[in-house]
């Protein structure tokens, strides 16, 4: 039986850092506030001209391409998740094809707010498993500081820019994608969303001027949610597969508060030490967020580690997957 397993991993930040020291020039705010409450010192913006999350992706895409040895015309499927395309349409994923030169992939979209990778591993999972593609590519890339208000001091220290892709392969070993579960509550609309720029509310000179083009969200809510809903779905996908927490080497949570990372950790009785955490310098980077910290912590995986990914985005959306690290 085919499963399906990351079989590589890659990302690129950009150069340019934007601390805390910086941040409280630009807007009412100071490190201390912000290290106390979000855990965030620093992130990277993307500062190139002309350039979006289609930059970020290629650079994640061809470290990929090479660290695995992979010729761009092997790839059969690329699934970009990003919540910040270059334009509303054509899909970043294709441009990051035609960058790439994937001459034989087919390329989409998702848009799954900061859960955007684990349900692109899910495709990419039931592509490969069905016999369908062998070699997909999942690239999450975000220019998150597009859509950042740097006048509004409650969200603007969270975000960062980032990009990350993994290469997921078929196998027939117990490896690889085991379970995922996910969830959705259109609900939560009012407390994570951007107000204008959709068809709803097309952009307008009044709605720039109301600044309705940034990301709204009300945190307490967001927080209340993002917690429960990440403990409860990492809890049931152990659950489904026989885990004890103790059978859990490793939880990727996605980056989005460092003390909604403590708590899911703390409430599912998970060690600190097992918690694999990279937002005190990078911010949130939202469907980046978790292959971005897979690989910038590669070097303490190992070979059959069993790693539960979480996260919570803007929907509400929310799961947990059980991978088995194969590289």
Known sequence: MLNARISGIASYVPDDILDNEMLSKMVDTN????????????????KVEG???SYLGEKAVNRLLESTGTKPEEVDLLICATSNPDFRFPSTGSIIVNLCGLSSAYAYDIQAACAGFIVALQDAT???????YKKVVIVATEKMSSMVNYNDRATCPLFGDGAAAVLVE????????????FHVDGQGLEYLHMKAGGSVKPASHESIDAEEHYIYQEGRNVYKHAVTDMLNSSMEV??????????V????????????IEAVASR????PEKVL?????????????????????????KKGDKIILTAFGAGFTWGAMYVIWDI
């Open 31 to 46: 490190d201390e506030w912000i290290t106390t409450r979000v855990g965030i010192k620093e992130r990277r913006i993307l």
């Open 51 to 53: 350039a979006g999350s």
């Open 126 to 132: 039931a592509y490969v498993r069905s016999g369908m």
């Open 170 to 181: 078929p196998t027939t070993e117990n490896v690889g994608v085991i379970d995922g579960v």
């Open 238 to 247: 152990a659950q489904r597969n026989n885990l004890t927490i103790d059978d």
């Open 249 to 260: 080497d490793w939880l990727v949570p996605h980056q989005a508060n460092l003390r909604i």
């Open 268 to 271: 599912a009785g998970i060690a």
């Open 277 to 301: 955490v990279n937002i005190e310098y990078r911010g949130n980077t939202s469907a980046a967020s978790i292959p971005l910290c897979l690989d910038e912590h590669k070097d303490k995986l």
